[in-house]
């Protein structure tokens, strides 16, 4: 199992940028195709989006293309997430997964479900 570590979230005014790291450790996310997913307060959590392993894919939810863009360095055994033009909106814990099957394709990944491992999540707050 690989154990995944979030961090660079906090509190941001609306138009602003974060960029959330997830350190991974145990395997190489090169094994892995990793996801981002968040979860508003009293809402079921969503898709963000996915990167396959050697970032030759990557998908987005509606909500969020051309807003964010994930990234990662097999190398460090980290992806991101970078976050521009927030909105009080995506005010949620963002949760760092991988998935195991890196034979899928498109929506598959939308589905958390499909991630085997997960990390504690970190809190992105945008005030308006």
Request: glycine share 10%.
């Amino acid at each position: 199992q690989v154990q995944l570590v979030e961090s660079g979230g906090g509190l941001v005014q609306a138009g602003g940028s974060l960029r959330l790291s997830c350190a991974a450790s145990g395997r190489t996310i090169s094994n892995y195709v990793m996801g981002w997913f968040r979860q508003a307060p009293g809402k079921e959590r969503e898709f963000v989006a996915a990167i396959s392993r050697r970032s030759g894919y990557t998908y987005y939810a509606d909500a969020v293309k051309g807003r964010f863009t994930t990234s990662r360095d097999n190398a460090k055994n980290t992806v991101y997430l970078q976050m521009n033009s927030l909105k009080p909106e995506d005010t949620a814990v963002y949760y760092c997964a991988a998935c195991e099957n890196i034979y899928a394709s498109g929506r598959y990944y939308y589905t958390e479900e499909k991630y085997e491992n997960w990390g504690q999540g970190t809190q992105v707050t945008v005030s308006s």
